[in-house]
């Protein structure tokens, strides 16, 4: 059975052309880049090559790239490095709904002895400017703040927040995981001191990211070994990696039409399809501009596990919130800060698209979700309906 894949916001598949791109550095070219003999040294100009590409896709310079292990590192080391080079400021700032990779980061901080400021969002999503620049002291370090939500595809108003930022002095970190290659991003315009991205959320393979920091802007590394990416990030890089993200992104650059319109008719398709045909459901985060490929909805009444495993078994994955919180049969903190009540976020599904996904997929998937909301609301008559499923 083929699988229909709608959970693109958890991973992607890696693009055919990126596979192509990096097959010779896992062959003939596995040299190290800072070897002094030729056969090394000559894989360095490749690593150039995916920093520019990484730089033309985000409207920056190739040197304010640093390569790291993926997004959770990027975000590690935004934060960290901007509060370990300015150890006199102890003040952070950021949201509630922020990806688990700023959350509990700044949670263990506050722990530390920080001082952390998780904003809140209204019942679309969305913070308040005016609480973010009241809450900017003398002694704030940071502002963390996502661009896209993971779980719902809520888009914050960056350029907004970087502006305030600016006026502030205060540098901004924004966790774009998300963002990049779904929506146009330029660095060259917006006031944005760091940047964080994740190589297997756009067609690349996983345990590869990236990290933009603005030239001028000071970081310390979070870790201490060779002179690799200019000191800030040491350690041989992974080089088929680095070259399959730069390909990616150089792919991204551009498919991002093709996201902003296919990928968003299909999305819209998808939505108004299941708002026609199920009376309980409930459209999150409807009220806010959204990443083009991502719909989070909640069957209200209906265990989202439930109707998750339901769909599984008929080759459909999607899920219910964040892959890295999946395992909790908790409710989304993104929901409840929303103030999605309890029980009705307990029946949130999450459908994330790509390039990848067709028509015919998203028919399909219109054709039998109703069914199956019908046979989960039956069974949520009885007690426990996940428990019944998985031991029946
Ligand atoms: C996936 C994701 C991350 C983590 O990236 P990894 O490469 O999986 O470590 C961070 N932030 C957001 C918003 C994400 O969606």
């Given at each position: 059975m083929a699988i229909i894949y709608l959970d693109n916001n958890a991973t992607t598949r890696v693009a055919p052309e990126v596979r192509e791109a990096l097959l010779p550095f896992l062959d003939e070219?596995?040299?190290?880049?800072?070897?002094?003999?030729h056969f090394g040294g000559q894989v360095e100009k490749y690593l150039t090559i995916a920093r520019t590409q990484l730089a033309e896709l985000l409207g920056c310079?190739?040197?304010e790239i640093t390569f790291t292990s993926g997004g959770t590192e990027s975000d590690n080391l935004a934060i960290r490095g901007v509060l370990a080079a300015r150890p006199e400021k102890r003040h952070i700032i950021t949201s509630q709904v922020e990806h688990s990779a700023v959350l509990v980061q700044c949670q263990e901080l506050s722990r530390q002895g920080y001082h952390v400021d998780f904003l809140t969002v209204d019942s679309d999503g969305q913070i308040d400017l005016e609480d973010l620049e009241n809450k900017i002291q003398q002694d704030t370090a940071l502002v963390s703040i996502m661009w896209a939500n993971n779980e719902t595809g809520v888009l914050f108003p960056i350029e907004s927040i970087s502006q305030i930022c600016k006026a502030h002095r205060v540098p901004l970190h924004v966790d774009a995981v998300q963002a990049v290659g779904k929506i146009p991003i330029n660095l060259g315009s917006t006031h944005i001191d760091l940047l964080s991205l994740s190589g297997h959320k756009i067609h690349a393979p996983k345990g590869v990211g990236a990290l933009y920091v603005r030239t001028g802007l000071r970081i310390r590394p979070i870790t201490w070994g060779g002179h690799q990416e200019r000191g800030k990030r040491p350690g041989t890089e992974p080089v088929p990696l680095i070259v399959g993200l730069g390909k990616a992104a150089e792919l991204a650059h551009g498919w991002i039409d093709e996201e902003q319109n296919r990928v968003r008719q299909l999305r819209d398709m998808l939505e108004t399809g299941l708002a026609g045909s199920i009376a309980n459901l409930q459209v999150n985060g409807a009220g806010s501009p959204r990443l083009p490929n991502t719909l989070n909805v909640c069957f209200k009444g209906v265990e989202g596990e439930a109707l998750l495993l339901l769909m599984d078994q008929m080759g459909m994955a999607a899920s219910s919130g964040s892959a890295c919180l999946a395992d909790k049969l908790e409710p989304s903190h993104v929901l409840l800060a929303m103030g999605v009540p309890e029980s009705v976020a307990q029946g949130a599904v999450r459908f994330s698209l790509s390039r990848y996904n067709t028509e015919e997929e998203i028919r399909e998937v219109l054709k039998v979700i109703p069914g199956l909301n019908e046979k989960v609301l039956q069974l949520s008559k009885a007690a426990d309906p996940v428990k019944k499923m998985v031991s029946p």
């Open positions: 070219l596995y040299g190290n880049p800072s070897s002094p003999h310079r190739p040197k």
